[in-house]
């Protein structure tokens, strides 16, 4: 079962690495200085991104605890 707790760790680093790429498209959005409209908008598919990102991360974390208690 390595194999699956190394498929985890991919995952997981993967959802952190697009967690990253949210807080940074965030923090330009708002530095933008964009209409209230606009800025919703681009926000809220940061948002759709972020629970994205959340979900692969858990799903590899998961993936290594039954990978290691599997081992």
């Keep these: 079962m390595e194999w699956l707790v190394w498929l985890g760790a991919g995952l997981t680093a993967a ?30 598919r940061v948002v759709v991104l972020n629970m994205v990102a959340l979900l692969v991360s858990a799903l590899g974390l998961m993936s290594v605890v039954i990978g290691v208690f599997l081992a």
């Design 15 to 44: 959802g952190l690495i697009l967690i990253g790429w949210c807080i940074r498209t965030a923090f330009r959005v708002r530095k933008a200085n964009l209409p209230d409209e606009e800025m919703r908008a681009r926000l809220q």
